[in-house]
């Protein structure tokens, strides 16, 4: 069972102007996400499509009213005769299970319609998780940038400083500060992406999109992959809504057939009825019933083939889906492992051997090697530390997609 105590908590509290953010002091996926799910508007009118679609199952089940009618002979009024009138009533009364069958199908269309929810839920929520790591690496992507500006300006100081001396040429120094001002390039082309990202976080949140929003995590935590790639596709075709929704659709679709089949069986109408135009007391009062004859068999034989046939429209859906789904599982889960993978090369080989030529080019500098070598292990190592966090986002945001194809939500379950 999906985790209905908390969808239905979040149903339960519609959204508000006065609201309040709900955001942390640290902006991470999970926080996010139920911010998402707190506050945004196609939520909301996804909850009211639910409530709307489950109230109409008593509807259904209930009988229809009853008719009064009343009449008067006009003739009789101020005539010298006793005043004439009749009084009756009626009531529908349709063949036994026919409101049992439309109501059992007005419940299945509700289900199907809590199901719509949870499946906006999860795709919005989805797309929260990914705004969550786009905010992390603009700000890591700031921060390195920031760091490797400030190791340009040592070296600058320091090429500048053997030039002056006569130790170096006067390009060593203006190397360094054409690469420091693409740093600063750099930097505000990442600026104007932080801003870009948090309005984009706002409008999901339903907020003013200049709005503040707290930072990021510091590091992103580190990731397990999943070994069981079987009992993965079994977890999702147990979670997925839009599995439970095209079972609840089966279900609209056998009560629309038993109703069908129902539509052959006749409805009755009770009838009551008092006329004081008869002259004997014993034949005022009547009742009666009144009985459907359904001969028009043309009409409900082609209800019955059309039921039929969304019925079996119905299951060949369900069937495609779940193919899906599985397809999808398996595909989520070897990017998972691939980006693990691409990580663990970052960071155990690529890392290592790009500080290492840093080093060895600094030292190589200044025993009068060439500066150009400096400026190019600088580069390598930038883009190295920057693909790591490239790498780690790459890594969440493709176990937040196995999340969604499994039917969870951003940090629930799974391997952490």
């Not at 779940?322 to 993978?341: C, F, G, K, M, P």
Request: hydrophobic share 45%.
């Amino acid at each position: 069972m999906y985790r209905l105590a908390v969808s239905l908590l979040l149903l339960s509290a519609p959204l508000t102007a006065q609201e309040p953010d709900l955001l942390p002091g640290v902006l991470d996926r999970e926080s996010l996400a139920a911010a998402v799910a707190a506050r945004n508007p196609s939520l909301e009118a996804a909850r009211h499509a639910w409530r709307a679609a489950s109230a109409r199952a008593p509807q259904e089940r209930a009988l229809a009213n009853p008719m009064v009618s009343y009449g008067l002979a006009p003739l009789s009024v101020g005539a010298d005769v006793p005043f004439g009138h009749e009084i009756e009533v009626r009531q529908a009364l349709p063949y036994p299970g026919k409101r049992q069958a439309r109501a059992a199908m007005a419940e299945a269309e509700a289900e199907a319609a809590f199901q719509d929810y949870r499946e906006a839920l999860l795709e919005l929520t989805a797309q929260a998780a990914n705004l969550a790591g786009d905010w992390y690496l603009v700000h890591r992507a700031l921060e390195v940038n920031d760091q490797h500006l400030r190791l340009l300006d040592s070296f600058r100081e320091v090429a500048a400083a053997r030039y002056a001396a006569g130790l170096a040429m006067q390009q060593d120094p203006l190397q360094a500060e054409v690469e420091s001002a693409k740093l600063l390039q750099n930097g505000a082309e990442l600026e104007a992406e932080r801003r870009v990202t948090a309005s984009r976080i706002n409008a999901l949140l339903h907020r003013d999109p200049g709005a503040p929003l707290p930072p990021p995590l510091a590091r992103l935590p580190e990731l397990e992959v999943p070994e069981d790639a079987a009992a993965l596709e079994a977890e999702a075709l147990a979670a997925r809504p839009e599995l439970a929704g095209r079972a609840s659709t089966i279900q609209a679709r056998e009560a629309q057939l038993r109703m069908a089949l129902l539509e052959r069986r006749p409805d009755f109408e009770a009838m009551g009825r008092y006329s004081s135009m008869w002259t004997d007391p014993e034949h005022r009062w009547m009742a009666g019933v009144a009985v459907d004859l359904p001969l028009r068999r043309g009409r409900t034989e082609a209800a019955r083939t059309e039921a039929e046939a969304r019925l079996a429209q119905a299951r060949s859906e369900r069937t495609a889906a779940e193919t899906q789904v599985r397809a999808e599982v398996r595909e989520a889960w070897e990017l998972l492992r691939e980006s693990h993978h691409h990580l663990d090369i970052q960071r155990n080989r690529v890392l290592p051997a790009t500080r290492d030529q840093v080093r060895a080019a600094s030292t190589g500098f200044e025993t009068g090697g060439s500066f150009l070598a400096v400026i190019e292990a600088e580069r390598n190592l930038r883009e190295a530390e920057l693909k790591e966090h490239e790498l780690l986002t790459e890594h969440h945001n493709r176990q937040a997609v196995l999340d969604r194809v499994l039917g969870r939500l951003p940090g629930e379950g799974g391997p952490r």
